[in-house]
């Protein structure tokens, strides 16, 4: 069985600053992890994705992820945190051994808030 | 409009009702989803298709009824709901049915049954 979590409901950033956001997953064997985000109003929009090799991922908008293994974790990142970054952040994971068609797992999402 | 879309945007429909949900995809992928998401819980998974044939259906209450008559159009027919159903509804497509193929997503269609 697949899990992603997601430990914190809502992070505040202030503009500027580096920005974390969390997530852990549970497979039973390689992960693929993903990141999207979602505007109000708005369907998700992928961000990044690892699938395999360098653990560290870049993607859209300037986020990047590290994958690590050990810590079974895929945390989202930027350097410097936007006003327009604010957003809902969902994590999600799919394990190469689940049988089925494209069926991942989601977290339950984080909401960033960039304060001005 | 590129990418996915979703018509109608909002949906208010009483429990007697029927009513259908449209989705577009205009990226020439072969694989079609459809999400719901509610507050605070995560996307659920409802039905899958794989160049127009089903493939998943995450156990999804027979008031929902997906029709896939092409690649690029997804239906999901709706009868006899609960107000419980209202939510947000998400269609997705990816360039194929693997896993490594990350989804894209429609804007949603928010539903409010009466």
């Known amino acids: 069985a697949q899990s992603v979590a997601q430990p914190e409901d809502q992070v505040n950033v202030a503009e500027g600053n580096p920005l974390t956001v969390k997530c852990t997953y549970s497979v039973s064997g390689n992960p693929y992890l993903f990141w999207y985000v979602q505007y109000p109003n708005r369907g998700l929009q992928f961000l990044l994705k690892?699938?395999?090799?360098?653990?560290l991922v870049k993607g859209s908008y300037g986020f990047e992820a590290e994958f690590n293994k050990s810590q079974t974790s895929f945390h989202l990142k930027k350097p410097s945190a936007l006003v327009s970054d604010s957003a809902l952040y969902f994590c999600a994971v799919r394990d190469e051994n689940s049988g089925g068609y494209q069926k991942v797992t989601f977290g339950t999402g984080t909401k960033l808030q960039v304060i001005p | 409009e590129t990418g996915v879309t979703q018509t109608p945007r909002h949906l208010v429909m009483g429990m007697t009702n029927k009513k259908s949900l449209k989705c577009e995809q205009h990226?020439?992928?072969?694989?079609m989803y459809w999400y719901k998401q509610s507050a605070k819980k995560p996307l659920e998974l409802m039905f899958v298709y794989n160049f127009k044939e089903q493939t998943e259906n995450n156990s999804v209450p027979s008031r929902f009824s997906p029709e896939c008559p092409n690649s690029s159009h997804l239906f999901l027919h709706l009868h006899t709901l609960q107000p419980e159903d209202s939510a947000l509804y998400l269609c997705?497509?990816?360039?194929?049915?693997?896993?490594?193929?990350?989804?894209?997503f429609g804007p949603g269609t928010r539903l409010t049954v009466t």
């Open positions: 990226l020439g992928h072969n694989a």
């Open positions: 997705a497509s990816s360039q194929a049915p693997t896993p490594t193929y990350e989804q894209y």
């Open positions: 690892y699938i395999t090799g360098d653990n």
